[in-house]
């Protein structure tokens, strides 16, 4: 029996993690997300991973949400605990040290998009649709969709794409602010790697040090999270990457960093 999710190594720095249900539209069944969460455990410590990709197998979908057809077989007890262990992974995914990259081709509705927001950054492929489409279900998104989204948009979008369960194309998604970036299908791979390489060409320690800055800092005050970069910021300045990257400036050349 095949993996329900993959991962790999696709160039020195950069890892592939592909959720491996094209047949269902890459729903997130329990064993998938029991896969998933094994596989988030066992790349979140590797130092030579700098930047990740997070995609579906297929042409289909990303990520269709929730598994439907298993949930028939649930009672509300199951429901409601698997929906929590969505946003469990959506929550270690959004907690990952390195910068995650969701490549979002074919469909990604409800714990799909879910799962693309708790991503660093979104790239979707231009015949792709997303949506937080629960409403039309008689629910509402219960995996991180009302919080990530406001956050990530303003409330007045969020509500309107939620309230009204719309789908939003890629267009749409990209105006809206859901998508940062968008490509053709057939170049949507080397659109996603070029974004990723040009994140792992960077200094490692100085990428993490400034995602977790961000993330830590958002919701706080500006006095608060001027303090929080201040502290991240010195964390860069006894490393041997910040010496490498004054003297490759000096020298007129690429750095070469080690993530030491």
């Not at 997130?28 to 930047?51: A, H, P």
């Not at 990604?108 to 693309?116: D, I, Q, R, T, V």
Request: proline share 3%; with cysteine.
């Amino acid at each position: 029996m095949s993996k329900t999710v993959t991962f790999e190594m696709i160039d020195s720095h950069i890892g592939m993690l592909k959720l491996n249900r094209p047949e269902a539209a890459n729903a997130l069944s329990k064993e998938m997300l029991k896969e998933f969460l094994q596989t988030l455990e066992e790349v979140k410590n590797r130092s030579d991973i700098r930047c990740l990709i997070l995609t579906g197998e297929g042409e289909k979908a990303f990520c269709a949400g929730a598994d439907l057809k298993e949930r028939k077989g649930m009672n509300d007890r199951e429901v409601i605990q698997t929906v929590q262990q969505i946003g469990d992974v959506v929550k270690k995914v959004e907690a990952l040290p390195f910068p995650v990259v969701a490549m979002i081709q074919g469909v990604a509705f409800g714990g799909g998009l879910e799962l693309a927001l708790g991503c660093d950054f979104r790239v979707m492929s231009t015949d792709a649709k997303v949506g937080l489409t629960e409403t039309s279900l008689g629910i509402i998104p219960g995996a991180g969709g009302t919080q990530r989204l406001s956050r990530l948009i303003g409330a007045g979008k969020a509500k309107w794409m939620i309230l009204s369960a719309k789908r939003l194309n890629a267009q749409e998604s990209y105006h809206y602010g859901v998508t940062e970036f968008i490509s053709e299908p057939e170049g949507l791979y080397e659109r996603t790697l070029q974004i990723a390489k040009q994140i792992s060409q960077n200094g490692p320690i100085a990428v993490r040090l400034a995602k977790q800055a961000i993330d830590q800092g958002i919701e706080l005050s500006l006095e608060q999270g001027l303090n929080i970069e201040h502290t991240f910021y010195k964390k860069t300045i006894g490393t041997k990457d910040r010496l490498e990257g004054l003297q490759a400036f000096q020298e007129k050349r690429s750095p070469v960093y080690k993530g030491e």
